[in-house]
């Protein structure tokens, strides 16, 4: 054996060991840990679940790396105690003190590596219990002027309390509005002879409450007609309007011609306004005949135009059970 054969055998192995911690380092460097996301639609829970797999599986693959940085932290160490016990006497202390200066740089680096993996171990964790994602529910309101379109039919007369009670506490809580109207749903104005805004103060809004209350105009069961009269007659540019469609029935069977009507009114005012169409959909069982075909359009309509539909149910609707055991509350009015 040369006299140089033990020296640079045990250098070549500390290399190797070396190298094997820099692949190790790369490859939790490269790791996409806590990239996971999912656009969670109609298929929520099939996509969620996928994402939290693919969460689980990289938690797997984190830990085999630390089990293996720990493995080759445990060598490193062994062979650098081979090599100053062995070849103190042979290898030159310029060396091994260079030697050692490598290996306590790769330490450092481990180490930081370790704590960065933990970080995003426990990022990954805190996903894979977090559930499906939250949603924002409600109604925007950042709409200067509303514009209420009422259904007044007969079906709507029968719960006259609780919408005017709703439309009280909208006009009532609404932030920062400045004026209103209010148009029946076949978009007769409350006040024909005043077709400004109607001030939103507390007055004005007691006013128009009691108006309300023995207001009966010729009504067809169809909210179409007042929605297009208020985009077309109050809607302008420059303006941030938002229309509240309240009723409980369609009775028309049209959908995409009036979709495709209120988006060319809108379309002609240009990017310089604000629309927001908003419905709330009473339950109204008894005496209401189409109730679905009023929430399908609604809930195109609100969507098309950044509003939201809200479904103001029954009072004395029982709880429904769902599953594990958890009951949902019913919707009150």
Known sequence: MTKNGPQTSIVAFLDVIACGFGAVVLLVLILPVG????????????????????????VDVNNEALVEIAGLEVMLQASLGEAQLEMATEIPPSEIASLERRINVMKSVIT?????????????????DRGLPS?????????????????????MQKIRIKVLKTISEILENYPDLKGFQVLSDQGEFLLSNELGWIPADEDSIDDIIRRLRSWNPYSNSSPVEGIE????ELYQPNLSLGIFVVGDDYTGTSFDSFLSQINAITSSIGSTGQLRIHALGFHNEQYSQYP??????????TFNHGGAFMYIGDDNAEPVKISRGRTRPSFEG
């Open 112 to 128: 930081s590596q370790r704590g960065i993996l933990k970080d995003k171990m426990m990022s990954v964790a805190t996903k894979t």
């Open 35 to 58: 990239e996971f996301t999912a656009d969670f639609d109609s298929d929520d829970l099939n996509r969620f679940t996928r994402a939290q797999s693919d969460l689980v599986n990289q």
């Open 229 to 232: 009269v208020a985009v077309r």
């Open 135 to 155: 949603h924002f529910y409600g109604i925007p309101v950042d709409s200067d002027y509303l514009a209420l379109v009422i259904d007044t039919s007969g079906s």
């Open 292 to 301: 679905d075909r009023f929430g399908r359009l609604m809930q195109v309509l």
